[in-house]
């Protein structure tokens, strides 16, 4: 759309608000509104200000102007508020350069879009991506100087089969049993129905929905793969949709990867594929799975930059909490066809070139996919510019391997501490292209170090107390 459409748009919708939504540096979207009276064409060219310096990992206090400007693509009328609302997605620039802010992470998806152009390699990467997440009927949590705990809970959760409801009903999945039971186990057929059809009423293509492995209300819904920064726009709306449909059921939706003690994470497996002049260059029929040499190297790339890739697309110390055997969670270096134990999995649903792609199952949905896609794209490309081989697929269980075996075998970092000093050691490879600055590495490393994990470090855990209180 052009500026003069989406105005004629807001005319035609008869709506009262204009929302302008952004994305900070960890992965959260910010908003504020206008009057729809106040949205005119040169707003799309001047820009609106912010403060930058009130926004997670973005600008210091003596330099906190900032601009936002809209971009007319992204116009849709919001599928959450009541009074008629007209949402935009904007990119940020700085007011006085006007050039365009090097920690916007909408911004860095678009470099490395056009970063992939000026390779030759390819002129399209498409992504697909499967976000999970739990859906609870209550959450309460709370850490100060002398206590701290968490209380989450759910309806469908095994634990509450004894529980006085009032009647209890039953027809709890079991721990790590919630995969694919029909209703009156599934309790969240209607509420995740509900989510998609406001999905596809906004332009977010959805292939299917389901139940996933956790009790509790796990579930996953998944998006028809797109280009990188559509991609990172469909996530956002994504998650502010199932949020607040949960919400207005008087339910709570979190992406935390492991909220629950025993039973499955919640990940985000990203299917990732490259294409040139309407060809995907990850297929070969003659190759294995399918798969041409460039995807291989692809691989190859993936799997030597993942502990450093780790601060980035499992990047919370919760992570580490899903990333672990024995919980569906990839931590083996390692690539596979239908294997779901390796980090790198190739699908074989379909034979077809349209269809051929990776899938690399160590992210999470607490990542920026904005960011997170962006440093996956650049690791790949690492791994073909450089023909990094990935070795022989490993077509077992890698999770029931002999202890002789699995030594042979690389895992992910144990700690998003870990992740972070992989992250430090290693980022050449974001920095191709300008794609992802060293002031954005540093001020990520920084912050996830002292808000995330000297914070989690610095506090005792509850479990402590079981484990030392008597000694």
Known sequence: MTPNEVVAFAKAKEVKIVDFKFTDLPGMWH?????ASELKEDLFEEGLGFDGSSIRGFQAINESDMLLFPDPDTVLVDPVCKIPTLSLICNIKDPITLESYSRDVRHIAQKAEAYLKSTGLADTSYWGPEAEFFIFNDVRYDQNQHSGYYFVDSVEGSWNTGADEGPNLGYKPRYKEGYFPVP????????????????????????????????????????????????????ALYKYIIKNTARAHNMTATFMPKPLFEDNGSGMHTHQSLWKDGKNIFYDPQGYAGLSEAALYYAGGLLKHLPSLCAIIAPTTNSYKRLVPGYEAPVNLAYSQRNRSACVRIPVYSQSERAKRLELRTPD?????????????????????????PGEPFDKDLYDLEPEELEEIESTPASLAEALDALEDDHDYLLEGDVITQDVIDTWIDYKRENEVDAVNLRPHPHEFHLYYDI
Do not use: W
């Open 31 to 35: 908003h504020f509104s206008i009057p």
């Open 184 to 235: 009156p186990s599934d309790t969240l057929q209607d509420i995740r129905s509900e989510m998609i059809l406001k999905m596809i009423d906004c332009g977010v293509d959805v292939e299917v929905h389901h139940h996933e492995v956790g009790t509790g209300g796990q579930g996953e819904i998944d998006l028809r793969f797109d280009t990188m920064t559509r991609i990172g726009d469909k996530l």
């Open 365 to 389: 949905p607490s990542c920026n996919a904005y960011l997170a896609c962006s440093a996956m794209l650049m690791a790949g490309l690492d791994g073909i510019r450089n023909q990094i081989h």
